[in-house]
């Protein structure tokens, strides 16, 4: 079981951010599907989706606090 320290995501681009996740919450038009970044990278890592699932579930009152 996935058991975050934080619910905050830090990196050199963006400082200290909440990192809501894009999976069931994200609504992209045609064109934001296509080029959407969520689709590489680091959000694509599997630590990153751990992460995401988790926080979806805690967001719904479903997880445990980090």
Known sequence: MYFPTTILSENSKTGCSLNL???GHCRPTKNCARV?????GNTAYPNSKRKQIWLSKYLKGQGTQP
């Open 36 to 40: 959407c970044y969520a689709k590489c």
């Open 21 to 23: 996740p894009i999976a």
